[in-house]
């Protein structure tokens, strides 16, 4: 990976292990290129980013600030991208996330509007880590660029969670609670926690990406599957609308996003109308190592096949499946007569012969 310069032309070169190597030619004066680092170049004219011109960017004058970014006399950048406003002069690099000039702070470089930079900080959870959160003596700020005014400067504080992954969106300080920089009407900072991804609870309810839910108590749910709860009296869905015509005795998870119970299928939260919960089943999906499990969006019962809640009319359930050919498309969906998803192949040809005789 990186820029090739033979005198004659530049190149830039990438590998993988599921293409292998490529190359194309940059369009850059092979007798003034200059390779910066492993992603940036320039020559008298142009900088470049992984073999592409950065648009306006002054090539006699860019020069790579730290890791990750660059600047020429008027601009800065990040991964080729223009950081607005910024200061070259004067900017600073503290990580890829955080960096500074003498104006503001910026995050993944989008300016935080900051209003005092001399008490800004960028806040901790308990266990140390630094959270999407700061402060100033003025304002709050959640680290996309929201500002939040009037806090309270010495209560203000990220929300701990149990799972790192979940402790990114909540903040408090002794009067309010905020999720990603918005305040939540009536949540109650004293007892608010976090108790799953992107779901909050008080001692009155609980609260899913900082709005307010009909659920009581989360922790008294139970979850089926990654879109399902239960209560013990409803089902209700990832977002907590009740599903009208679950019954909630018979009520199971299939795998993935398939549900059903003693009268219906359901493909996520909508009811797939035609289907039969006695005979239903996800279509299976098989590489050439064997059977993988099953698929997330095609189903069958045993007189119709699914695509998510709707019907793909003249499927024959008895041999629909999904199969990933050598020489096929990636993924191939079929039945004996046609194919649905990825292309015919030679494979599929013999596979079918072998199988159904045709």
Request: charged share 30%; glycine share 8%; aromatic share 14%.
């Amino acid at each position: 990976m990186g820029y090739k310069n033979d005198g004659k032309e530049v190149t830039w070169h990438t590998w993988n292990e599921g293409s292998g190597h490529n190359s194309w030619k940059v369009d850059a004066d092979p007798n003034t290129f200059e390779e910066l680092d492993d992603d940036y170049g320039r020559d008298k004219k142009h900088a470049f980013y992984r073999g592409d011109i950065i648009k306006g960017a002054d090539g006699s004058s860019f020069r790579v600030i730290g890791k990750w970014y660059a600047a020429d006399n008027l601009h800065v950048y990040v991964d080729g991208e223009l950081v607005e406003n910024a200061d070259p002069a004067s900017f600073k690099v503290h990580s890829y996330r955080l960096t500074e000039d003498k104006k503001d702070f910026y995050w993944d470089g989008k300016a935080l509007n900051v209003r005092d930079k001399s008490s800004f900080e960028i806040m901790k959870y308990s266990s140390g880590e630094n959270s999407s959160w700061g402060k100033d003596k003025h304002n709050g700020y959640y680290l996309n660029g929201t500002v939040i005014p009037n806090i309270d400067y010495a209560t203000f504080h990220p929300i701990d969670a149990n799972r790192p992954v979940q402790s990114g969106c909540y903040a408090a300080d002794k009067h309010r609670v905020f999720f990603m920089g918005k305040e939540i009407p009536g949540a109650d900072p004293a007892t608010f926690k976090v108790v799953d991804f992107y779901i909050g609870q008080d001692k009155n309810r609980a609260y899913q990406k900082g709005k307010a839910t009909r659920i009581k108590d989360y922790t008294k749910l139970t979850q089926l599957g990654r879109l399902m709860y239960s209560d013990g009296y409803h089902i209700y869905d990832s977002d907590f609308r009740i599903l009208k015509d679950a019954d909630v005795s018979t009520f199971e998870h299939i795998s993935d996003n398939w549900y059903r119970d003693k009268s219906h299928v359901w493909w996520s939260n909508k009811i797939v109308t035609e289907a039969n919960p006695m005979t239903f089943r996800p279509v299976p999906v098989t590489s050439g190592s064997g059977h993988l499990g099953t698929d997330f969006n095609y189903g069958k019962d045993d007189k119709h096949v699914f695509w998510n809640d709707s019907i793909i009319q003249g499927a024959d359930p008895e041999s629909f499946e999904k199969r990933d050919f050598p020489d096929g498309d990636s993924w191939t969906v079929f039945d004996r007569n046609r194919v649905y998803q990825g292309k015919d192949s030679p494979k599929l040809r013999e596979y079918l012969k072998k199988k159904y005789g045709k």
